[in-house]
């Protein structure tokens, strides 16, 4: 009966997420289903009459043999004083909402997208796909172990694995399945402030391991949404002077599963493995097969804890924490590829994502104070029998344990700080036939970089875009600068197809409130530069300091 309620699931998904193929316009009222669209020869032959040709559309000019990469050469290019997000920043303050860059892959032109209403009309166009990037190590790996990677199957079109993925997203969306999670989230989080606390040197400075044990909390983490079981990444002890006893110098055999995936996941994260370059493009070079052999540790290890899983899933009552996992067996086989790919996806994002909300809640004093009195105030309501009651369950499945609920305002910190610095910048798309855009014709096979990580801090969108500003997300948050005033595409921080956004958040929630219930983080340091390294990240070196909270 479970198998037949997950089928159904992913079906459902599929018929809903069928592709309309339809030619897009620049304004938000010509839909698919307006009049303009009823006599298709007609409207195609009138939109043909005035459309502007591609190499029309603004941008910077491709020199000679430098290409693109002239622009942001010191002293003579035009943004050479700026880095990231900054150079595309500059770029549409110079060229507008579009802007184009001619074969600057030197193998197909780029266009970059930077108005939320244009970017949904790329998504609904039904004429573009991600780009396939077959040559990358994690392909190259998936097809040499004989179980194709889910996502590049996603890259080929699979219709059954787009379904998957579909259906994934649904069931990380229901508050019901959510909720199981609750009570494991927050003791994860428990755990991983204890370690912190341990972890902190002379003064209360947090040392260099910092970064360390922020992943061994995202892979606890996830792997509790993906199994129901805790991993042991939080177990390692620790020596008096605050070191693990299982460094990244040691021996191999020396270390649980868990700290070998640990590990692993640290090396895939330093090496960007993930993100296409010449190195991990080139299949000859010492980084392309680096990542083959930490790509086939990671599925090894990813296998072992799926196995004990379903183990502990068939040897007694499955509990609430694994209904996601429940719902996932009928895969069968094709369940381990999906599995390590998400903990791929998920954890580095999920790790740097904490890291700068520390950042954010240590330089506002004021909105980590007010967190804190929700935390302690959520608690003493709980104490004195005032918990709100739970909300029915739609679903089936055991009953979680008891657990605090989700603090509004914890939980609106954690939104702002994906909004102000999300992890990713933006979304690729690929043309796979000619569609309209701004009445310009985009011809198939133009790489079109759909900006999000612009529009999140755009303040014709947000007000105060710039500004940490948690009130936003709250009921009671000041109407002109509402959360929901915005274009609902203007922020998209882990892209459009993630299906962890929602849990996320309650992951995020979880860390934040367990912090700083007992600690006021503080930063005592210059402002850290910021960097792209497979996702943005704040860089090294850390300058936090633990305090007692008062």
């Known amino acids: 009966m479970k198998m037949a309620k997950s089928t159904v699931v992913i079906r459902q998904s599929l018929l809903q997420r069928q592709c309309r193929r339809h030619i897009a316009g620049s304004s938000s009222s010509r839909t698919s289903t307006s009049p303009q669209r009823r006599n298709a020869a007609a409207t195609a032959s009138a939109t043909a009459t005035c459309l502007k040709p591609f190499n029309e559309i603004p941008g910077p000019m491709a020199l000679p043999m430098l290409r693109h990469s002239a622009h942001i050469l010191p002293k003579i290019g035009n943004f050479h004083h700026t880095v990231g997000l900054d150079v595309l920043e500059n770029l549409r303050k110079k060229y507008g909402d579009l802007v184009r860059l001619s074969k600057a892959t030197r193998t197909r032109p780029v266009l970059y997208v930077f108005h939320p209403e244009m970017m949904r009309e790329v998504y609904e166009s039904g004429q573009t796909e991600p780009p ?80 360390t044990e922020i992943y061994r909390w995202a892979l606890e983490t996830v792997g509790m949404m993906l199994f129901g079981i805790r991993l042991g990444c939080l177990d390692a002890r620790r020596t008096k002077s605050g070191a693990d006893l299982s460094p990244t110098e040691e021996p191999v055999e020396g270390l649980s599963p868990a700290e070998r995936l640990v590990r692993c996941s640290r090396q895939i994260s330093e090496g960007a493995f993930l993100v296409r370059s010449e190195e991990t493009l080139k299949t000859e070079s010492q980084t392309f097969n680096d990542a083959l052999k930490s790509f086939d540790r990671h599925l090894s290890l990813t296998e072992h804890f799926l196995i004990k899983a379903i183990h502990t899933m068939t040897s007694c009552i499955t509990r609430p924490e694994q209904v996601l996992l429940d719902k996932l067996r009928p895969l069968e086989r094709r369940l381990l590829p ?110 079109i970089v759909l900006a999000h990580g612009l529009t999140s801090k755009e303040e014709k969108q947000w007000g105060r875009a710039k500004a940490f500003v948690p009130e936003r997300w709250c009921d009671d948050g000041w109407q002109p600068l509402k959360a929901s005033r915005a274009h609902h595409l203007a922020s998209m921080p882990f892209g459009e197809k993630c299906p962890g956004t929602g849990i996320s958040i309650k992951m995020l929630t979880s860390l934040a409130a367990r912090i700083t219930e007992r600690y006021r983080i503080e930063w005592h340091g210059p402002a850290p530069a910021l960097t792209l390294h497979g996702v943005n990240k704040i860089q090294r070196p850390y300058y936090f300091v633990l305090q007692n909270a008062s």
């Open 338 to 447: 999906l599995a390590s790919d998400m903990l791929l996806a998920a954890v580095d994002p999920l790790a740097q994502t904490a890291l700068t909300m520390f950042y954010q809640l240590s330089i506002h004093a004021a909105h980590q104070q007010r967190a804190h009195d929700e935390v302690l105030w959520c608690s003493a309501s709980r104490a004195a029998g005032a918990a709100p009651p739970a909300a029915p369950a739609r679903h089936s499945v055991p009953a979680a344990s008891p657990a605090p609920p989700a603090p509004q305002y914890v939980s609106a910190c954690a939104r702002e700080t994906l909004r102000l610095q999300p992890p990713t910048g933006g979304v690729v798309r690929r043309s796979v036939d000619s569609l309209v855009l701004d009445g310009f014709e985009i011809p198939a096979g133009v790489d």
């Open 132 to 211: 396939h990037f077959d040559r990358s190590p994690l392909c190259h790996h998936r097809k040499g172990v004989g179980s194709l990677c889910p996502m590049h199957k996603i890259l080929c079109c699979s219709d059954e694995t787009k379904a998957v993925w579909s259906g994934l997203r649904l069931l990380l969306q229901e508050e019901a399945i959510l909720k199981n999670y609750d009570a494991a989230f927050d003791d994860i989080a428990t755990d991983v402030t204890r370690r912190l606390e341990e972890l902190r040197c002379k003064g209360n400075v947090l040392n260099e391991e910092l970064e």
